[in-house]
């Protein structure tokens, strides 16, 4: 069976400090890729996406890059993070050509 | 691109009433509409999706309908039980796109 895994938990970072948030799918192949902020009352807004290694689509200009260098890997990063920052960022996968989403168990980050 | 927009963002429902969550798109393209259901401190998960081709679709005691005309659809959750009590977000995206836009998400609580 297919599992997502997403680390870390929890993280509290300062402003202008640089983040990695990496998440790895397994059980499956060619996955689509997806990474998710959920901030109140935004609901889930779509920060990336990939659909294959080195395919990265921004979806909202920000702070905040992707990359996949691997097929089941997929990393957030930022060089220096800012307040605006802060929330719970969500990873996601889905198979090739279908909608159904599967979410990791997401990392709370806290921009001080 | 797409707008999805939800209401109510809270509603509150004695054990065994009906809820009732709709929502609204832009995008007339749209024809893949999921609803998921995140329970508190979990992760998202898809309950129940219809698509352009039907008018309404069942799940025990959840339904989902779908007015294309009017570019709505609504999620109906029947004889209510506390472990309802969740956040709902609703979402559309074009089939083929595999990119999902969500709604800001309604916090359901249901009282015993």
């Known amino acids: 069976s297919q599992t997502i895994h997403q680390w870390p938990a929890t993280l509290v970072q300062p402003v202008g400090s640089p983040l990695s948030l990496e998440c790895t799918v397994e059980?499956?192949?060619?996955?689509?890729l997806y990474w998710y902020r959920q901030a109140a009352g935004r609901g889930l807004q779509l920060l990336f996406y990939?659909?294959?290694?080195?395919?990265i689509s921004s979806e909202v200009p920000q702070n905040l890059s992707a990359s996949r260098p691997q097929d089941r890997q997929f990393i957030l990063s930022s060089k220096k993070l800012l307040l605006s920052d802060s929330g719970f960022y969500l990873c996601?996968?889905?198979?090739?050509?279908?909608?159904?989403?599967?979410f990791g168990s997401g990392t709370q980050l806290s921009v001080l | 691109g797409e707008n999805v927009e939800q209401h109510p963002s809270t509603l509150s429902v004695q054990e065994g009433d009906s809820a009732v969550i709709k929502c609204t798109y832009s995008d007339s393209a749209s024809n893949y509409f999921p609803w998921y259901k995140q329970e508190l401190g979990k992760r998202p998960q898809l309950i129940i999706d219809?698509?352009?081709?039907?008018g309404e679709k069942k799940d025990q005691r959840i339904a989902v309908t779908l007015n294309k005309t009017a570019k709505h659809f609504s999620l109906h959750i029947t004889e209510t039980q506390p472990e309802d009590s969740a956040v709902y977000f609703c979402a559309a995206s074009i089939e083929g796109f595999q990119k999902l836009v969500f709604g800001t998400g309604t916090r359901l609580l249901v009282s015993p």
């Open positions: 990939s659909v294959g290694i080195g395919q």
């Open positions: 996601a996968w889905s198979h090739l050509g279908r909608e159904k989403l599967f």
């Open positions: 219809i698509r352009s081709n039907v």
């Open positions: 059980g499956t192949s060619n996955p689509n």
